[in-house]
């Protein structure tokens, strides 16, 4: 199995810091096993000169020394790799304390967790609040869904990726290929934006409609990555937020708080109802369908249709 760039990188990253003198070419070919794969004498040559440099973009300090027999070695001495000291003051201390609080739900938990333990040693002072003015609020951000982490890597890594999708008014998931553009997480739900190269166009999926898992493929980007991917405009103007138009329902009193909180207009009609008129989106119908009995549509007839089939759908099933 070919090993992962990244572990080469750091395996010879390791093995330069690690040594007390230069390694020649042969010697770390010998010490790492992705070099003893390469195959023939200008793959490992070509491979490590790419690597070499790679690291050096990264930052490290990597010297190149001839011997007394003309052989070149290599070493990254520990003094010359040294991060300077780092210095928090209380507000820059706090936000990072904030921002590891946000992912105490996802997989990452583990790494800001240890990385919140070090802001004292980095200067946070002791009577210092790590969360601020605002201890008593502690923000967070679901990330309950199996696609978030494999995703996130993907358009990281700007690999496409394939899955299956459920979209709202499907009975069965569809194979989607995608290029990752970004993740946003928009009213407690993470939406991902990317170029749909079976409709060759930018899609943006919601991670909970995603089934199974998440299969990253080879192979480069097809489409330009956008210096702004808006995915919070493109989401709320498929959910009404964003809109032209308006449908008009009847809401039962006392019922349905996200209906009123969306309303440009409320009307008391009596008997126990009230008018409302909400921006009409993408996906109304299925919010609609969740209040049940509570709602009534009156227009437009093409949402009242959807609702009226969404409900049919569910008797049925």
């Not at 904030?98 to 333990?117: C, D, E, F, M, N």
Request: with cysteine; hydrophobic share 40%; glycine share 8%.
């Amino acid at each position: 199995m070919a090993i992962a760039k990244a572990e080469r990188l750091m395996n010879l990253a390791l093995c330069l810091l690690g040594t007390r003198r230069p390694l020649s070419k042969r010697e770390l070919r010998e010490s790492i096993e992705a070099y003893m794969e390469a195959g023939s004498d200008d793959s490992f040559n070509r491979m490590f000169e790419r690597d070499k440099d790679d690291l050096r973009e990264l930052g490290l300090v990597i010297e190149t020394v001839e011997n007394l027999d003309g052989e070149v070695g290599y070493l990254a001495r520990r003094d010359s790799n040294r991060l300077p000291p780092i210095t928090l003051d209380a507000e820059e201390a706090a936000a990072l304390g904030l921002a590891a609080k946000v992912w105490q739900q996802a997989r990452l938990a583990g790494a800001a967790s240890g990385a919140l333990q070090k802001l004292r040693a980095a200067g946070l002072p002791e009577d210092v609040d790590p969360y601020g003015s605002h201890g008593a609020l502690e923000p967070h951000i679901p990330v309950h869904e199996a696609a978030f982490e494999p995703l996130m890597l993907a358009c990281r890594d700007r690999r496409p990726v394939v899955f299956d999708y459920r979209k709202a008014n499907a009975a069965q998931p569809g194979t989607r290929h995608v290029e990752p553009w970004a993740l946003e997480c928009w009213r407690g739900h993470w939406y991902l934006a990317g170029f749909d190269r079976d409709r060759g166009a930018e899609r943006v999926f919601r991670l909970s409609r995603i089934t199974g898992k998440v299969r990253a493929r080879a192979g480069r980007y097809t489409a330009e990555v956008p210096d702004v991917v808006t995915v919070r405009e493109t989401v709320a103007g498929w959910a009404g937020e964003i809109a032209d138009r308006s449908a008009l329902i009847r809401l039962r009193s006392g019922a349905g708080y996200p209906l009123r909180a969306k309303a440009v207009s409320v009307r008391e009609l009596g008997d126990g109802w009230d008018e409302l008129e909400i921006p009409y989106g993408h996906g109304l119908d299925a919010l609609l369908v969740e209040f049940g009995p509570d709602v009534v549509v009156v227009e437009p007839a093409e949402l009242r249709a959807e609702v009226i089939d969404r409900l049919r759908a569910v008797a049925k099933g």
